[in-house]
């Protein structure tokens, strides 16, 4: 007897998947410039309030340039006294680009939902990964603690920050040899967005 084709609803979601040629960044494990301002005009309109959380720096002159209003914000205190994530009364944000910390799942939860609460219906939230050949995942355990605060995941972009001969990547020579074994040849972006409004 045939078995009933599977609904939309059986099947898992697929996440579409793109790559961002870029630059090599200037600060290992940051978000090159062009692809940071690539996100900022992809994922943000004029005039919106744009998030860096843990941001080296990167953000602010893209943001100005696409004429949007930008706010730095840390999680621990820093001697310029940059706002501090925890004592943030903003809301409304149409886009935070994050840098979350190497945890669990559990331990990111507190700052995701600050960052839910921060953002408008709609809006975007996209966390910085660089890959690790460590024990956890820390792109798979932004992506359960998201979800556990709402957010719906989009999008998975790598943004690759090695140039490329032929069909090869190649790293640059002055790689440090922080990630062990492993020569980082990309970021990735995870791209959340928050149920509700035009967008979401």
Same mark, same amino acid.
């Given at each position: 007897?045939?078995? !009933?084709?599977?609904?939309?609803?059986?099947?898992?979601?697929?996440?579409?998947?793109?790559?961002?040629?870029?630059?090599?960044?200037?600060?290992?494990?940051?978000? @090159?410039?062009?692809?940071?301002?690539?996100?900022?005009?992809?994922?943000?309109?004029?005039?919106?309030?744009?998030?860096?959380?843990?941001?080296?720096?990167?953000? =602010? +002159?893209?943001? %100005?340039?696409?004429?949007?209003?930008?706010?730095?914000?840390?999680?621990?205190?820093?001697?310029?006294?940059? !706002?501090? /994530?925890?004592?943030?009364?903003?809301?409304?944000? +149409?886009?935070?680009?994050?840098? !979350?910390?190497?945890?669990? @799942?559990?331990?990111?939860?507190?700052?995701?939902?600050?960052?839910?609460? =921060?953002?408008?219906?709609?809006?975007?939230? /996209?966390?910085?990964?660089?890959?690790? %050949?460590?024990?956890?995942?820390?792109?798979?355990?932004? =992506?359960?603690?998201?979800?556990?605060?709402?957010?719906?995941? /989009?999008?998975?972009?790598?943004?690759?920050?090695?140039?490329?001969?032929?069909?090869?990547?190649?790293?640059?020579?002055?790689?440090?040899? %922080?990630?062990?074994?492993?020569?980082?040849?990309?970021?990735?972006?995870?791209?959340?967005?928050?149920?509700?409004?035009?967008?979401?």
């Amino acid at each position: 007897m045939p078995q !009933p084709r599977p609904t939309r609803t059986d099947q898992p979601r697929i996440i579409p998947l793109t790559v961002w040629p870029t630059i090599t960044p200037g600060i290992p494990g940051s978000l @090159p410039a062009d692809a940071a301002a690539r996100a900022i005009a992809t994922f943000s309109n004029t005039g919106d309030l744009v998030i860096g959380i843990d941001d080296a720096g990167i953000l =602010i +002159g893209a943001a %100005d340039y696409l004429q949007r209003r930008y706010l730095a914000l840390h999680r621990a205190p820093r001697p310029a006294a940059t !706002p501090i /994530l925890t004592h943030c009364r903003e809301r409304g944000a +149409g886009l935070i680009i994050d840098h !979350p910390p190497t945890t669990s @799942p559990e331990n990111l939860l507190p700052d995701l939902s600050t960052l839910v609460g =921060i953002l408008r219906p709609g809006g975007y939230l /996209l966390t910085v990964h660089t890959p690790t %050949d460590g024990a956890t995942d820390p792109l798979a355990d932004s =992506i359960t603690a998201a979800r556990a605060t709402g957010l719906r995941y /989009l999008q998975h972009i790598i943004v690759l920050t090695s140039a490329i001969h032929g069909d090869e990547l190649h790293p640059p020579a002055e790689t440090s040899s %922080d990630h062990g074994m492993l020569e980082p040849v990309h970021t990735d972006l995870a791209v959340f967005t928050r149920p509700g409004g035009a967008r979401g």
